[in-house]
């Protein structure tokens, strides 16, 4: 995809408030979204996130009661909900857990990984338990940013969401059990005809950076 390409794509979303119910998206699509996702970068690549895909209708209705008021349209009209979770428990077994899988998949010996392993280890215990939390989540958030490039590029809509009572979120999803909590959601579908949000031109703000030397 070419960047002109890839700014049109950005151009044609939007955060879309009513998706056509009739419509799934189809399997291979939503695999190359996930990824995307997948392959979204985070610091120290330790990837401290997961993502949920549900596209069972039943499943997805469990969770309105627990979605603020406005977001429900989304969530009674989607295609599939994607929900991105952290761990509330990061620490030693997080680093140790993940230089496993790391080692195993190169084919070299765990030992060889100490150095990073120490550094890692010094990196979040440097972090307060609650900011070990929020430091997830700004990963978790920019896979999300992946996550809603990437449906743009494969012309799916998408709709983030943060409207979500998030301890709801985690009971229904028996979250807790795992250590884990609910950071941010996204709706994806294919909007609706009638959607209004459609016809609302998009604004930003000017950007104020130039090249530096012009
Ligand atoms: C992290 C995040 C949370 C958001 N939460 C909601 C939400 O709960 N409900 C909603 O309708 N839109 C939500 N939005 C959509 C924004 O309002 C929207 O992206 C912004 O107004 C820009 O409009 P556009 O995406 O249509 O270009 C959220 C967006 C982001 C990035």
Request: include cysteine; charged fraction near 25%; proline fraction near 7%.
């Amino acid at each position: 995809m070419s960047a002109k390409d890839f700014l049109e794509a950005l151009r044609w979303r939007y955060a879309t408030k009513l998706f056509d119910a009739t419509r799934p998206i189809p399997a291979d699509v939503l695999a190359q979204i996930v990824e995307a996702t997948r392959l979204s970068p985070s610091s120290v690549n330790l990837q401290p996130y997961r993502l949920m895909l549900l596209t069972e209708r039943d499943r997805i209705d469990a969770l309105i009661p627990a979605t603020w008021l406005p977001n429900r349209p989304k969530l009674q009209s989607c295609a599939a909900l994607a929900v991105l979770t952290v761990p509330t428990d990061l620490g030693d077994h997080t680093v140790e857990a993940f230089l496993d899988q790391v080692a195993a998949h190169k084919g070299i010996p765990r030992e060889s990984l100490a150095e990073v392993e120490a550094k890692a280890k010094g990196f979040l215990m440097a972090m307060t338990p609650e900011a070990r939390i929020e430091w997830a989540r700004r990963q978790a958030f920019l896979a999300l940013g992946t996550l809603l490039s990437a449906c743009a590029a494969a012309r799916v809509d998408s709709c983030p969401m943060e409207g979500f009572v998030a301890e709801n979120y985690d009971r229904a999803l028996g979250l807790p059990e795992q250590r884990m909590t609910t950071a941010v959601l996204v709706a994806l579908g294919y909007r609706d005809a009638d959607d209004p949000a459609a016809a609302i031109p998009k604004y930003r703000r000017t950007i104020t950076a130039e090249p530096s030397g012009s």
